[in-house]
């Protein structure tokens, strides 16, 4: 139902909308146009090649294969799809703590037994298969390949 809903507010041709609404709510045009004026990509495969990249890791090649989406506006829609999601949650996540921020998770924690805690750890090791030969030993753990770790803390209402 809010699939249906979604489509006749914003995406069919008599949407309830108009193009103004849609950029405003969405940051994004509807009807993209390409440089020599042809129809560009629906929102719906530049969604779908930036979510196929980040969570499956998808080279830009296979998106051209599957979706008819070139590597160069791969490219391009990850970025403006980064962009976006920076943009709009920079205020609330993308910001240094302040004393009231940390107070709170300290009282969470303390609430669930966990004195002084204001988050839990976690580090991912990824395989960094392009690392510069002269990086190589620096950056090589257990596995005697060059790996790249991050590093988090996380709260209990997801902020990293």
Known sequence: MSHANLMNNY??????YT???????FRMRRHKQDRAGHPGFSPHQNVTVALRMMVYGSPTDSTDETHGVFESSC???????CDTIVQVHKDEYLRELNQEDLNRFIRKAEDRGFQGMIGSLDCM?????????EWQGS???RSRKPIVVLEAVASYDTWI
């Open 11 to 16: 995406f069919n041709p008599n949407s309830v």
């Open 19 to 25: 193009e103004e609404d849609f950029r405003r709510r």
């Open 75 to 81: 490219l391009d829609t990850l970025q403006q799809f």
């Open 125 to 133: 090791h990824w395989d960094w298969k392009n690392c510069p030969t």
């Open 139 to 141: 950056f090589s753990g």
